[in-house]
Each structure stands twice: as C-alpha cells, then as structure tokens.
C-alpha cells in the first residue's frame, strides 16, 4: 500500500515523526510531502498569488512553501510522478481538530483535497494535556492509530467521505466511538484582551462553551471523556431538506 504523509505543523513537526512511525506500521512504501513551515489554521486555502518552491530533503520527501492543500496538490499533481497513493495520512495534529475546528483545519484540509481527488484521506488529531514546547505526547495516537487505520481501510467509506480522527489526552484511551461533529456555542466565545510591551491592545481568541448533546455522541464529548474519535466527513455541503423549501419559496 502507498501512502503519501502530509500535516499542517510543518515537515519538521514533532507530531509528522510520529505519523511516520505509525505509518511504517503499515507499509514500507512511503511519500512525505508537507508545508515548509506551521500552516495551522490555513484552511482549505491554495496559493495563487505567488510562485511555489519545493525542497527535496531526501528520498521521496519534500518541503513545500506553501499550505497543506499546496503540498497534497503538488505531491499528486507533480512530485509523485504519477505513482498515485492508495491513501492519503494528514497529521497528527499538535491538538485536536473538533467541531468547527474542521472548517478552519490545515490537517483536515490535506484530507479534504485527497478525498476531491479521488483517494482516501485520513486527518489524524491528538489532544495534550501539555502544550509546552517539547513536552507534547503523541502517546495516545501512536498506541491506537494504525490498529484503527487498518480497520476503518477494511471498510467502505463512500465516494466523497474523509475521516476526522481525534485521539483523547490519554496514553490509553478508553475506547473508540464513531461520532458525528459537534459544535461550540459560540455566543460565549471569550475574547481576551492584553496590552504588548509597547502600550498597543492585541487579542486572543478563546473558545465557547461546548453544546452537549443526547447520547453524548459528538467529537467533543469523545474525546473530553477519554475516547478516541472516529468522525466521518462529507464534501456535499448542501443542505437538501432546505432544497424543497426554497423551491417552493422561489415558485411563488
């Protein structure tokens, strides 16, 4: 099996070492096409306004000045010339990708682009409970991952669909659960404000609280109660229970 290994954390990220580790769990025949540097937070963006620059920093491995969705498009596209994947690994992410987390995620985004062109994807996701630099575990994602990727390639996703895989921060998970995507409430999203050295305001974001739902059955609850997360994505955005009623709407 061929598998091209992306991320948006950079080629040199702590959390791309252990994708190729678990990886090699799977197959010997391995590509490595990743951004340069850290793209999170860079969407399903794609770079048109300036050239891009490719490194090759050893066999069947490239550093790419560009975005996540660069990197997958030119290792499809050019790099592995023509030797197409038979599955596409993004991560692990240094941090989860939940609820509308996917719409902003460079790692969710890699897996977007190889599922539009036809191969199946898989964005990989770990939650710390330490984000200082140097003390990030992959603990979690490094035990389960490639048992779960096994099983979940055994199976038939469905033409468009991508896998969102968060793991808990835990060694050892409790279990893993399918779920569906959840969302944050967003009218308590907290906004803080600081002053820099200099006397000028800047900003950070925070999140809002989390929308529990029945059953307990979304990303968030997962992996916040020690699961791993097992979510499937669709590309067709559309919303056909709405469909009727705006025909309806426009006939009249």
Not at 218 to 244: C, F, I, K, N, Q
Request: charged share 20%; with cysteine; proline share 5%.
């Amino acid at each position: 099996m061929r598998i091209l290994l992306t991320n948006d954390d950079g080629i040199n990220a702590p959390g791309f070492a252990a994708l190729e580790r678990i990886a090699r769990q799977l197959s010997d025949d391995l590509w490595f096409v990743a951004p340069a540097e850290e793209q999170s937070g860079a969407g399903h963006s794609l770079t048109l306004t300036r050239p891009l620059r490719v490194r090759e920093l050893g066999p069947r491995r490239f550093a790419v000045a560009g975005t996540p969705t660069d990197a997958v498009m030119m290792a499809l596209g050019h790099l592995m010339n023509g030797e197409r994947p038979d599955l596409i690994l993004s991560g692990v992410n240094r941090g989860p990708n939940l609820a509308e987390d996917v719409t902003y995620s460079g790692t969710v985004s890699a897996a977007m682009e190889g599922t539009l062109a036809g191969v199946r994807s898989i964005a990989l996701s770990q939650a710390m409970a330490d984000y200082t630099h140097g003390a990030e575990s992959f603990a979690a994602a490094e035990a389960c991952a490639a048992d779960i990727i096994r099983k979940v390639t055994a199976s038939d996703w469905g033409e468009g669909v991508l896998l969102n895989i968060n793991f808990p921060a835990r060694a050892v998970p409790l279990g893993v659960r399918v779920t569906r995507q959840g969302f944050r409430d967003y009218g308590h999203i907290r906004i803080d404000a600081r002053i820099d050295p200099r006397g000028f305001p800047y900003y950070w974001f925070g999140y809002g609280r989390e929308v529990e739902t029945p059953g307990h059955r979304t990303d968030l609850e997962a992996v916040r109660e020690g699961y791993v997360s097992v979510t499937p994505l669709h590309l067709d955005l559309t919303h056909r229970e709405t469909m009727g009623t705006l025909i309806k709407a426009l006939e009249a």
